[in-house]
């Protein structure tokens, strides 16, 4: 077989592009391969893995009859689903959050640049220090925030209590898109939005002011529409991220709980693999959550694309 | 393996002058991977290879100065043998040592926490040290407290060497008890003397907010339930190990006794999973005049210059217990040095080792000898103190990992399972009758299963 010429240049690139390519060959895809292999077998790490068959498929997705009805084989697995879905409610809040900064960030005032640098700040910072800092914020006892909310009962004179924040099954799972809300608000998000909206022609706002477009107005018509693309693309980024989510907050601030109710299926996969022994299980979990977010991903594409102007 | 193939397929359709360019890339490719990953093995070169030895524990800087010390005491005592310490930093530990064990890397020698060594040592993981012992006559295995030797034990198997070890006990803050008025705790304490000065040590502001708690604890793992449960004389499985029965009245009153502590009387904080990891600071703060935990707290405490503190054994229900908690040092079942791992388990789990987490506050001694000298129960640089005799008392009755885990099922799963069980139960979504009964019903599926494999 002959291969096409390529030119010097294109050699050039190709060399240098090599290192990241076996990179990904050695540890992404050969990884992501081999835990499609382990999902059908029984691996506890430590002795060799076992061929199971569907095994693992059976055991999460299937149900079987107890009293006469029907009662998921694992039903540990399906509330943990419904507490991943919960937690991408942030996500449009979050969208809409990060546009309102964006706005603000795009204006033309004295020391802007330095506040952009401040709301990037929980981007950069170690998630560990991020989450540990919402715990104390959230002490129900000692915490800013419960504090607060005492003192400012104070003021108008009612008897103000805050919320167990994290220890509650109501308030767990908002208190954890509170959080994610701040650490995302003047992340990448707002930066993209930044860029985006730096990017608008001055033109159409000028001929919408022609038109009498008040400012509410140029928003919907101008702005909106043409920074569709970077909504569109932050959206789909959200929800791959947002369902593959919540490890790092379970582990360092609620353990999952309580009640399991801050425990995602990212989190479930950490505890079946490194703390169950249950490497093939977690592997399984780990491909049904690749189909499902690949799915939704389609169609996103599929259907959210048309309100995409280009 | 694929990089080098694509590599040899590029550089093979290659001409000319460019192949030289080619093989240059190739080279420094190849030369990256190797230092990068690959570059483990060797040790070809030179005089005959001396035996290396790598040896593991969590990484914390104070401890990490004295392995390596015991590391080069080692090497000195046995010339031709050389060590290298790794020291795994963060909470990873577990992950890596696994990540290790699957890539069949895994360091001759590891520590071990007590709760891992039994799917450690079942799955075959961990050398059995019996017969290296039986070769080694001059060493002292009595010496070892039998209490521990037990924990580590397995079917007949001695699997692993202590290399800390503590009871849990009552710290109190001697301050705030006198400000109270309120008697020191004693050995005779039981559940009521403990509520009664709890409640006296509680503030609240006018709000009814809590500003000082009479005790707190930690309840994020089952065996922190295990001690009012068993205390209370129920227990978790029977006697044979074949059925979990943990849905007792005795275990019931257990539990519904800790939750008013929390609810009814809010004289200790909110009981939920791993919030409590915040609870030794409250002691640490004075924010909390009692606080239930192990010697290792104490390395803590003594940061506390303003903190008067001492310890008492925890109040008793119907019987007395404890946890006894401890790492080991194991060796790896594929290490190609076992007698050489051995000789440096020795070393590390010895006096040196056990007087320096001693000294530092953070174990108990695991070694009779050094328990009965004067050095632990009395350290006059730490004049405060002076009854650290207590965390030994409570071996007695202490009990071991090994003795509430059933053997076939793991340990973070099964207290997964009690956890989220009596959380539906702390925060009300089911009375302490149904949330024992699904932990029963969970782990004898966990139990059934097992069996069936």
Excluded at chain 1, 191 to 209: G, K, N, R, T
Excluded at chain 1, 287 to 305: A, E, P
Excluded at chain 2, 236 to 253: H, M, P, Q, V, Y
Excluded at chain 2, 295 to 306: D, E, H, K
Aim: one cysteine or more.
């Amino acid at each position: 077989m002959r291969l096409p010429h390529l030119s010097h240049e294109a050699r050039t690139a190709y060399a240098f592009l090599l290192p990241n390519f076996l990179g990904f060959l050695l540890f992404t895809s050969l990884p992501v391969l081999a835990s499609l292999g382990l999902s059908f077998m029984e691996w506890d790490i430590l002795t060799p893995p076992r061929f199971i068959g569907l095994d693992n498929f059976v055991r999460l997705l299937g149900f079987h009859t107890a009293q006469g009805r029907w009662v998921p084989n694992d039903p540990q697995f399906w509330y943990y689903v419904w507490n991943t879905i919960y937690l991408l409610v942030g996500i449009p809040i979050g969208i809409f959050g990060s546009l309102g900064l964006a706005i603000v960030m795009n204006q033309k005032i004295p020391g802007m640049v330095f506040f952009r640098t401040i709301f990037f700040l929980p981007t950069i910072c170690s998630g560990v220090a991020v989450f540990l800092l919402w715990k104390w914020l959230y002490n129900p006892d000692f915490g800013l925030i419960n504090t607060g909310i005492a003192r400012f009962g104070d003021l108008i004179g009612v008897p103000l209590k805050g919320p167990n924040w994290l220890s509650s099954v109501a308030w767990a799972k908002l208190a954890l898109v509170l959080m994610n809300f701040w650490i995302g608000l003047g992340g990448y998000n707002a930066v993209l939005y930044l860029a985006a909206l730096q990017e608008i022609p001055q033109q159409l706002y000028e001929a919408a002011q022609i038109d009498g477009a008040n400012a509410w107005q140029r928003f919907w018509t101008v702005t909106w529409p043409m920074i569709s693309p970077t909504t569109f693309f932050i959206a789909i980024m959200g929800v791959i991220i947002g369902f593959q989510g919540g490890f790092m907050a379970a582990y360092v601030m609620t353990g999952g709980g309580p009640a399991g109710s801050t425990t995602t299926i990212e989190y479930y996969i950490y505890n079946n693999a490194y703390r169950w022994f249950q490497m093939g299980y977690a592997a399984s979990i780990a491909w049904v959550l690749f189909i499902v977010v690949f799915v939704i991903t389609l169609i996103n594409w599929r259907y959210g694309g048309r309100s995409v102007h280009y | 393996m694929n990089g080098l193939n694509i590599r040899m397929g590029i550089s093979g359709r290659s001409a000319g002058s460019s192949a030289g360019r080619w093989a240059a890339w190739s080279a420094v490719v190849v030369l990256v991977l190797a230092a990068s990953g690959c570059g483990q093995g060797g040790g070809s070169s030179g005089k005959p290879a001396a035996v290396k030895l790598v040896y593991m524990a969590p990484g914390f800087p104070l401890y990490d100065q004295v392995r390596i010390e015991q590391g080069k005491r080692f090497e000195q005592a046995h010339p031709g043998i050389r060590t290298q310490f790794q020291a795994v930093a963060g909470q990873g530990y577990r992950e890596k040592l696994l990540t290790q064990f699957a890539g069949g890397s895994a360091p001759d020698v590891f520590f071990i926490r007590d709760f891992d060594l039994p799917q450690f040592a079942q799955k075959g993981a961990i050398l059995p040290l019996d017969p290296l012992i039986t070769n080694d006559p001059a060493f002292q295995r009595d010496d070892i407290y039998p209490q521990l030797l037990d924990a580590y034990t397995f079917g007949e198997t001695l699997y692993a060497l202590p290399g800390s070890s503590s009871t849990r006990v009552l710290y109190y803050n001697k301050r705030l008890f006198d400000e109270a008025g309120v008697a020191y705790p004693t050995a005779e304490w039981t559940w009521r003397e403990f509520l009664d000065a709890a409640k006296r040590l509680t503030k609240r502001d006018e709000r009814g907010i809590v500003a000082q708690y009479g005790a707190s604890f930690y309840l994020d793992s089952a065996d922190g339930w295990l001690i009012w449960i068993l205390q209370n004389g129920g227990s978790l499985f029977d006697a044979g190990k074949t059925r979990c029965i943990i849905n007792s009245s005795e275990s019931r009153e257990a539990i519904e006794f800790v939750k008013a502590l929390s609810q009814e009387h809010k004289v200790v904080p909110g009981l939920m999973d791993q919030l409590n990891q915040d609870n030794y600071q409250l002691f640490l703060s004075q924010r909390a005049a009692m606080f239930i935990g192990g010697r290792w707290y104490t390395l803590n405490f003594r940061t506390a210059s303003a903190l008067a503190w001492d310890v008492a054994p925890l109040p008793s229900g119907e019987h007395r217990a404890t946890p006894l908690d401890s790492h080991g040092w194991a060796i790896s079942a594929h290490t190609k040095h076992p007698q050489e791992a051995w000789e440096l388990v020795k070393q590390l789990v010895g006096p040196d080792g056990v007087r320096f987490v001693i000294e530092v506050g953070d174990s108990m001694p695991t070694l009779r000898s050094i328990a009965q000298s004067p050095y632990f129960p009395v350290d006059e640089r730490y004049p405060q103190e002076q009854h650290n005799q207590v965390f030994l008392d409570a071996i007695e009755y202490a009990f071991s990992p090994k003795q509430i885990m059933h053997p076939q099922i793991e340990w973070y799963q099964m207290s997964s399972i009690i956890n989220t069980e009596i959380d539906k139960f702390l925060i009300g979504q089911l009375s302490a009758e149904r949330a024992l009964q699904a932990v029963e019903d969970r782990l004898n599926v966990l139990i059934d299963e097992a069996g069936g494999a």
